[in-house]
């Protein structure tokens, strides 16, 4: 027995008092009719209809049932309406993690006009540069860096790649002077992202490439307080150039070591799965496309633990 199909010719033969109409409003033959509602009397042990040749009428139980049945029906027909709607424009909860200084520096002050342009979808950003578990947490996309992605059978897609920039206030390279070469950032004051996985910097100058292994008096996990401690003249660091375009645009900030580079660091849309993406989803990532520059390569499906 299809209970679906059993629930609405049960609702249709109570409505129309007559198996013949709930066969027609139903597009069935009164054949099947008769054994659906047989097949649901049975599997609920009662008898929902009084039977005669001249009509049918529901017995005590099957008015009670009708009530719920007729809920429950209107429910689903509701939550399938819903779902088409959510299938063609961004409706409902979007939850997204997203690293704290990335989101404040990048795309923060775009979310009001992002939601007004979607009056439906309701968002939940979570702000943080520790890592989510997407399913675990109910997440429906995460914003990472990495620059080696695991398969975690997540869908990564490559937003943009952030170029760093070692760079201090003016009056610290007053005080300390300005290195010539990475090897020299042993003889100052280093401020280092606590959560980066490595405490090494690495350069590259052409074929030349320096290690330099950073012992910092300071280490912190956020890169906003990276940079109150650059502005207040305290040491260098190697941060994430468009965090602090806007010092270095100022002159609160000066680049040292120009002529060396630093590999960027990749920033994915991490998402359970392309399979039926959401339009929330899909509007979020075009949304963030569009706030931050375009990456240099499509995107990329090995996953990412997140």
């Not at 649901?40 to 009428?57: D, I, K, N, P, W």
């Not at 590999?263 to 039926?276: C, G, K, M």
Request: glycine fraction near 6%; charge should be neutral; hydrophobic fraction near 45%.
């Amino acid at each position: 027995m299809d209970r679906y199909i059993a629930l609405q010719v049960f609702r249709q033969v109570a409505e129309q008092n007559s198996f013949a109409a709930a066969g027609r409003r139903l597009g069935l033959s009164p054949a099947a009719i008769s054994k659906n509602v047989a097949e649901l009397e049975a599997h609920l042990g009662t008898r929902l209809f009084q039977r005669t040749t001249r009509r049918v009428s529901l017995t005590g139980e099957g008015a009670l049932y009708l009530a719920h049945v007729q809920q429950g029906l209107d429910t689903l027909a509701e939550g399938e309406q819903l779902l088409c709607q959510a299938k063609l424009e961004p409706v409902g909860v979007l939850r997204v993690s997203a690293p704290l200084t990335l989101a404040m520096t990048q795309f923060s002050s775009a979310i009001p006009a992002f939601l007004a342009r979607h009056p439906h979808l309701t968002l939940e950003l979570d702000l943080s540069d520790t890592q989510v578990d997407l399913v675990r947490d109910g997440f429906d996309l995460a914003i990472r860096g990495s620059r080696e992605l695991e398969d975690s059978g997540l869908i990564a897609r490559k937003l943009t790649a952030m170029p760093y920039a070692v760079c201090a206030a003016a009056a610290y390279l007053e005080r300390h002077g300005r290195p010539a070469t990475p090897s020299e950032l042993a003889e100052h004051h280093c401020i280092r992202f606590s959560l980066a996985r490595s405490d090494v910097w690495t350069f590259r100058q052409q074929d030349r490439v320096e290690t330099v292994p950073i012992d910092a008096r300071y280490s912190v996990s956020s890169s906003l307080a990276i940079m109150d401690a650059l502005r207040a003249g305290f040491g260098l660091s190697l941060i994430p150039r468009p965090y602090v375009a806007a010092d270095l645009d100022a002159g609160r900030l000066q680049t040292v070591l120009d002529d060396w580079h630093t590999d960027a660091l990749p920033i994915y849309a991490i998402y359970p799965s392309r399979h039926y993406l959401t339009p929330k989803v899909r509007a979020f990532i075009e949304f963030l496309q569009a706030c931050l520059p375009p990456a240099s390569s499509p995107a990329q499906k090995p996953g990412h633990q997140a």
